[in-house]
């Protein structure tokens, strides 16, 4: 047996993350195989209550969503999806806080950040979320007061073919966010999210229908290491 304080920074650092990513998919997981019954059922409710404590909080504070892969912008009327190297295609999102608490930019194990969750509304009613949301903190803005998200979200459309319906169409994107004292606020823009640049074209082999797993690579600095 290999003690963990022997293994080197970065390996620690891999063993926590993959034990945080782990940890958040088994809590957020609903019964897709079947089995369990009533008695999984109701822990999965209670994982969900527990990662995104939503009954509980009270409004406070103020919440934008925008885009920008080196920190924040503003969210554009059109935003262009990006076609993953996985099978998928996803939105770049971010968002910026003011009046709640920010947490650790450093550590997105950190107790006290803030819960933040992103999610979008097709023209067609069809919502794409997922049921717990990141814990990456939030550092200091270029404007007076707010904080903004370490880094962005790759908001995912799988399968493909999810996405490639919501290609060049209107849609509401939306940004809501717990943070450690319960507050709560939500914020939401409409836009033309367009198809990606040089579309149409022969995508990758698309993903399992339902398959919820394994994050799209996406551009370099990603959301990787969140505990989405």
Known sequence: MVS?????????????LALAAGAAAGACSDDRHGGGGAADASAADDAAADCWPID???PEGIIEIGTGTGGFEPMPDTLPFI????GGTFLIVHSRIKGLEPGNPDDFLEPTNPKTK??????DGTEVTRECPGTVGYQPSAEEGYFERQRFQNLEFLPFELGERAFDTD?????????VNGHYARDERHIFASAPEGWPYDPPDAAPAG???AADAGPPDAGAADAD
């Open 4 to 16: 963990r304080s022997n293994l080197p920074a970065r390996r620690r650092a891999a063993l926590a």
């Open 56 to 58: 509980t909080s009270t």
């Open 83 to 86: 076609a993953g190297t996985q």
């Open 118 to 123: 992103f999610s979008a509304i097709m023209f």
């Open 171 to 179: 849609m509401t994107v939306i940004v809501e966010v717990i943070d």
């Open 211 to 213: 398959d919820g797993g």
